[in-house]
């Protein structure tokens, strides 16, 4: 491909992702054959955000989550730390465009999962009208298993 049409294609891969978009849908793909998993149910709840300074945020739960019985963050049972955990997914960070067309690099400052703090993770991003659609490059240890993560988000219409 052309350096500038490669370079025109990368701009607009890059404003078209800028904002918030909203989950819709998270799968699992076990690299080993067994069933597609929805880890987050099949009405998962979350948020991205991409920033024009270069930052981002995920934020991914499992709708009706319980609330803790103290109502106090730092006062819960281990059993109510675990289902916290095992339900979302957090982590914030710089992005940027990838060397191939069509990825792009999570950066990740903060994590709720430690092992990701600094790391930097690819991305496929494909975007089709109002969804975008992001893809594990990489496969990613989940359950004990190795998957491939296939996430699609809608744009976000502004709301207060």
Not at 53 to 69: K, N
Not at 101 to 130: K, Y
Request: hydrophobic share 35%; with cysteine; aromatic share 10%.
């Amino acid at each position: 491909m052309p350096k500038k049409r490669k370079f025109l294609m990368t701009n607009i891969l890059r404003e078209q992702l800028i904002g918030a978009w909203r989950l819709v849908s998270y799968i699992e793909r076990p690299r080993d054959g067994s069933p597609i998993r929805q880890p987050m149910t099949d009405r998962p709840q979350g948020l991205i955000l991409y920033t024009p300074d270069g930052y981002m945020s995920a934020q991914l739960c499992a709708p009706e989550r319980s609330h803790f019985t103290s109502g106090d963050w730092f006062v819960a049972s281990p059993e109510e730390f675990k289902a916290e955990a095992t339900t979302y997914i957090a982590y914030s960070g710089p992005w940027q465009l990838g060397e191939q067309p069509g990825t792009i690099i999570h950066g990740m400052d903060v994590s709720l999962f430690p092992n990701w703090c600094g790391q930097r993770q690819l991305r496929r991003a494909r975007i089709e009208g109002d969804r975008l659609f992001l893809s594990s490059v990489e496969p990613v240890s989940s359950g004990g298993i190795e998957i491939d993560a296939t996430l699609e988000w809608q744009k976000c219409s502004r709301q207060i």
